[in-house]
């Protein structure tokens, strides 16, 4: 299939700090592609440089065959943007804004007002369009948020963690609006830290830390890079260093690494059921008070784990 | 162009369901230009001038036909309308009701003044004549300026009169047609003769002569109204350029980057905004003030063209401003101080022309300086050729800076504002 976007050695750099290291992916015309990562990763730049926020500082990277660099007003036209930020005008009521945003994309009269009243369907707040949007609660704003985006059909959706800072219930229906969109065709770039919604929605995933794409692929390629391991996690004593611990956990029969952050220490094998007494017992030997112990399964988070001996939030 | 309307509609809507900011753009010059028709007795007097029956307490010791003249003048029936002239023999008591705000000054005619311009037989003539004592309350100025006017008509007719009478005695006395012992009485009766004849009108009227010759009613409220216009006018200017950084700060500011939208139609239409929200109140002060206070603001057209050019130069200071700060809150903080500023230099508080010339240069780059001159020539009579000079002046300003500010915002990158 072709591809809608394709990224090749994205640069961004803000004076002597490089936020996008080059980064290179492309994805498919009606594909959901998820970019995972941290904060500070690099994501929300790496959108803003797409949606021509931003002019890149080195690579290249095009939206249906146009240079984001070099013709942005194309780009414009073929993308939807969702910033992280809400981006709406509080004193303007929700469908003012959303027909203030409808004219900027060139819609005009009929095909406006039809689409405006789509979008409010589409996200749930058509009994609440003649309110100002500075009444909405939190979920609601998102919502329209993302109708604001939605509006003029885009061929790409950039959505750069929509969900963040709202209750569960309207994550939720911005999750079931996401697939909606896809099987209507649209194209969307994702954004977020959370990997459930990474695993939930997308085709494939890239994960982004510190400026660099360090794995991409489907979820299963990507569990599959860890192996079948488990990693077993032990959040110890605030008070004590876990070094002298994964340095004796290292040498345990079926323990494949053992790394230490901050105050928890991760181990990986095959079956942490297996080694977890013997690491338990290291613990008590060498006097590491454990908090909790939790065994993971192979996700993406224990990809970013394994890859990174970090956790996405830590 | 649909879009640069579509930017300004918007902001415009968004103005005017500010309350905050409608209070300062329309109440507060409403309610300081009812203070100052207060203050200035224009509500209270029956003449528009708001000033009208200026009490005035007199003592006269002088024994001569001059003081008696100086008191007739003051209580004639063509001043009858400006001053209200009451005569008092003690002179602490008289200081006490101007002290007291109940006279704007105290006129003490001294005694020996009609000797010391006339000086009797056979006495020199001083080297200066006795001074006329004017004791002014000073928390009324402009009612003070008028008397001292008066005052100043009344001893530039006496020095007519003196000098005359001095040449004439001087001529018969050397032609031998006066004796020595008749030059006082001669002398006297010629310098009345000249006062009188060189009395183009006694009258001392508040009105002002256009090129035309055209007399308008002086009305001080169509003097001082503009400048209180003009000084929330640059609030709203720096109040419209603020928003750019606020819509930075909410996220709309990128969103409309990354929509199909150019730099130039993002910045042309917010300030067309700003443009259409400082006209809209500009009219709706105009109106209002000529409504309620009936202000006669001057020539319609003429009036609609300054308003145009004043606001065009106030937003383009507005824009200057906004393409300098880096946060709204420095926006406020200068908007405001330019504000006042403005006001100050442009006439709004102090009438500039008592200023030194180098200052008066300097209120030049302030479009309330400008209009204030424009909406005054326009209140005393004049019409749109008048005021082509400011009007040129203000659009000519409103140009260069709205050029500046792109030139700075573009290299800034609006992006990165």
Redesign the interface.
Known sequence: MAAILEVRNLVKKYGDFAAVKGITFDIAEGEIFSLLGPNGAGKTTTISVLSTLYAPSGGEAFVAGHSVAREAMAVRNLIGVVPQELALYDELSGRENLVFWGKMYGLRRKVLKTRVEEVLEQVGLSDKARQRVKTYSGGMKRRINIGVGLLHKPRLLFMDEPTVGIDPQSRRAILDSVKDLNRQGMSVLYTTHYMEEAQELSHRVGIMDHGELIALGSQKELTQQVGQNDTLILDIDENQSGAGLAAAVRSLAGVIRADVTNHTVAVTAPEAEQIMVAVITAANALGVKIHSVRIQEPDLEAVFLSLTGRGLRD | M??LL?IAF?DF??VA??RAALVLMLLAPFLLTLGLGAVTGRFSGASASGISRIPVVLANLDRGPLGSDLVAVLRSDELHDLVDPTLSDDLAAARSIVDANKAVALIVIPAGFTDSVIPPQGQAAPAAAAPIELYANPTAPTSVGVVKTVLDRFASQVEVGRVAGQVAVTQLLASGRIRMQDTSSIGLAAGVQEANAAEQESVITLSSVTPSGRAVPFDVLAVLAPGMALMFLMYTASNGSRTILTERN???L?????????TWQILGGKMIGIYLTGVVQMFVLIFGMALLFRIQWGDSYAVQALVLAAVFGAVGWGMIVAALAKTPGQVNAVGTAIMLTFGILGGTFVDSSRLPAWFRTLTKVTPNAWGVEGFTTLALGGGLRDVVTPIFALLVMGLVLFALALLLIRRRGL??Y
Not at chain 2, 255 to 260: A, K, M, N
Request: charged content about 40%; aromatic content about 0%.
């Open positions: 649909r879009k579509l918007k809507r968004l369901r500010d909410h996220g709309t990128p969103r409309l980057v990354v929509s199909p939208t150019r992006a990165d």
